[in-house]
């Protein structure tokens, strides 16, 4: 019988977190899913709505189907002492050149909670996102069998989970793995030495880049083994969500830095190619259509670009939408100059990774600065996969201002959670658009919940973020 870590969701009193060996914490799969609640796969019996959760952070946040919460832990790491090093294992944090290796192979440790969180049993209908801004402290070493450093560490951030996985207000038990060794764990899943295709991961995406985003060491035939897992038990401690909040319709919809025109710059990526048949060329169709069927006037009717106009009271919308290869120095340089003047500056496509809005990235590619307008207030969407870790906190930080610490004053941004469907990219795009730009001003909160039942059942947990400093009605 196979046996799998228990990496199911158990609820339970909020207490400390930590890691263990996989071993620890091994059952058997048959009698996991024997004694889980039927109507929730991977939850056991509810506990902690029994008792209020403590310290719960102050920010607040909205999205349909998901939740912020706090999640700290502490964890180890195996690495490997390189010849150079002969000092003691215990002192090897306290050099500089070792310590800054440390901490880049934790990084690519712990980015392989995308995975974890999504492809892993437990995970797969209850999925959730770490962000791009946690926080880690290096807290010793010591020495391991076969020439390995253990090194300890905590750490704390504010992920996104489904909203399946809270029940009640209290927090939430939850169990994942992570390899020991990031560096070695690819090679652990080939069979033999001479297999072409690693069997604990996707089977299109299976380069050692793309591991840590689809790794999956429960799949059948993969042989990755309890002695390459390090087992970490946390609680996701939810935070409060907004209620009655709204955009800044006001400033929107009055001088906002380009007269009477709404400036709506939007950007859909290609899948693969420009071709009939792409489905980022699809959505780029379907999102034009969609919104001549809203009320939207074309103006111009291009291959690749496409204008529209809506007028309501003494404003006007202005939707440029534009297809593109998310990967070419064309679409850095229009991606720069919406986010500068743009009012809405909308993204539908594949997010590279984090790697095609990067701002530096964009930066490098267009050849020009990526300093945002800090007094103007703009709404941007990323309807890309798992935006909310790549492009929420670094666009903050471009609107940070002396008045403004947070920058979240004068943005507000829409990411998603996890995978975003380009089947359903064009509705979201639509219903985010017709809700925002024909002067209509609904709150976030409806606006997310259209946003969500556009989605249908491919939610990407979209969310709303930098919202809590919003007025409470539609000024």
């Known amino acids: 019988m196979k046996k799998t870590l228990f990496a199911a969701i158990l609820l339970a009193l909020a207490c400390g977190a930590k890691a263990e060996d996989f071993n620890a914490l091994i059952t058997d799969a048959p009698a996991i899913k024997a004694s889980l609640p039927a109507q929730y796969p991977g939850l056991a019996p509810e506990l902690s709505e029994i008792f209020a959760t403590s310290g719960q952070g102050s920010q607040k946040w909205y999205g349909a189907d998901s939740r912020r919460a706090r999640m700290q832990f502490t ?106 060794d990031p560096v070695e764990i690819y090679s652990k899943g080939f069979p033999a030495p001479g297999s072409r295709k690693n069997r604990c991961t996707d089977d ?59 400036k709506v710059t939007y950007l859909v990526g290609v899948d693969e190619n420009f071709k009939n048949g792409d489905l980022g060329k699809k959505t780029f169709k379907d999102a034009f259509a969609g919104l001549k069927a809203a009320g939207f006037r074309a103006t111009v009717d291009e291959p690749r670009r496409k204008m529209l106009t809506f007028r309501f009271g003494t404003k006007r919308a202005s939707i440029e939408i534009r297809l593109m290869d998310p990967d070419s120095a064309e679409f850095a340089r229009e991606a720069v100059r919406g986010m500068k003047t743009a009012d809405i500056f909308l993204y539908d496509g594949h997010s590279g990774l984090g790697g095609y809005l990067n701002p530096e990235r964009l930066a490098e590619d267009s050849g020009r600065q990526l300093d945002l307008p800090r007094n103007k207030y703009q709404i941007f969407v990323f309807q890309g996969c798992s935006t909310y870790a790549y492009y929420n906190s670094a666009y903050f930080k471009l609107k940070r201002s002396g008045a403004d610490p947070k920058g979240t004053k004068n943005l507000d941004i829409i990411t998603t959670g996890i995978g975003a469907a380009f089947d359903v990219g064009a509705k979201v795009d639509v219903a985010f658009l017709a809700s925002v730009a024909a002067g209509e001003r609904p709150s976030w909160q409806t606006i997310i919940d259209r946003v969500h039942a556009a989605e249908g059942d491919n939610s990407a947990l979209s969310h709303v973020n930098g919202d809590e400093d919003n007025p409470r009605g539609p000024n």
């Not at 290096?138 to 391991?144: C, D, S, V």
Request: aromatic fraction near 14%; include cysteine.
């Open 75 to 180: 964890a180890y790491m195996l690495y490997k002492i390189p010849s150079s090093y002969t000092g003691p294992v215990s002192q090897i944090l306290s050099n500089s050149y070792q310590r800054e290796q440390i901490s880049e192979l934790v990084d690519l440790q712990l980015q392989h909670m995308y995975g974890a969180f999504t492809m892993h049993p437990g995970f797969v209908d209850n999925p959730g996102i770490p962000s791009g801004d946690y926080k880690i402290s290096l807290t010793g070493a010591e020495k391991a069998a076969g020439g390995y450093a253990k090194i300890s560490y905590s750490y704390d951030d504010i992920v996104v989970f489904s909203a399946k996985l809270f029940r009640g207000s209290g927090a939430t038990r939850i169990n994942f793995v992570l390899p020991r």
């Open 204 to 262: 299109h995406y299976n380069s050692e880049g793309d591991f840590w985003y689809f790794w999956n060491p429960y799949q059948d035939g993969c042989p990755i083994g309890g002695q390459d897992l390090v087992g970490v038990e946390t609680d996701l401690k939810p935070m409060n969500v907004t209620r009655g909040t709204y955009p800044e319709y006001a400033r929107l919809y009055g001088e906002n830095g380009n007269g009477d025109v709404l």
